[in-house]
């Protein structure tokens, strides 16, 4: 790997060693089983993974592209904090909000039948659904709205802005707990984004 990338070597012993035994662990193309996994903690890994999506390795982007997705696929969320687990280890790592942005999404059908298929900037597809829900958190301050899908496992993806704006357009109103809500619909489920006496 080239210093002109800026991109940190990554030793042996530290995050790549996590990646090996990742890569090991994982079978067929399928997600490692690291729900079935519970091995010791080994301590923080200077990891980071920014809003934007970015993994950083000790204050340098991650440049290999492969590597990220391996390490996506090893990540896991328990009481609050995310991990990097393999068989034999598990290390803590930095999550500035979700661990995945969603980049892109498909949508098929319309009103009550319409279903999105968002795919995120690790590769991973998911349908908005009852498994995978959207929920949309509003700044308290400015209203801004931050749109997330879930992906697996209590793992989330931010939509991105462009998405979000293309998500608008698929938008409809419906009554959701008792209020008009304008929201989106998919997988047979309505999922509210804004309350429709907020809309001008």
Request: charged share 20%; glycine share 10%.
């Amino acid at each position: 790997m080239s210093t002109e990338d800026n991109v940190t070597p990554l030793p042996l012993s530290g995050a790549e060693g996590i990646a090996a035994a990742a890569q090991a662990a994982a079978k067929g193309g399928k997600l490692p089983p690291v729900h079935l996994w519970n091995p010791p903690f080994c301590g923080d890994l200077d990891m980071r993974i920014r809003r934007d999506g970015t993994w950083f390795y000790q204050g340098t982007p991650i440049g290999r592209p492969q590597l990220v997705r391996l390490f996506s696929t090893i990540l896991k969320l328990e009481d609050g904090k995310y991990y990097l687990v393999t068989p034999v280890e598990k290390v803590g790592i930095t999550v500035d909000d979700a661990p995945f942005v969603a980049v892109d999404f498909t949508a098929e059908g319309s009103g009550r039948d319409q279903q999105l298929t968002f795919q995120t900037n690790v590769g991973d597809h998911a349908i908005a659904g009852p498994d995978h829900p959207i929920r949309v958190v509003r700044d308290a301050e400015t209203g801004e709205p931050s749109p997330y899908v879930m992906i697996r496992a209590g793992l989330e993806a931010l939509i991105d802005r462009k998405s979000f704006y293309r998500l608008v357009d698929l938008g409809a109103h419906a009554d959701h707990e008792g209020a008009r809500w304008f929201g989106l619909w998919s997988g047979g489920m309505f999922f509210p984004v804004i309350p429709s006496a907020e809309l001008p």
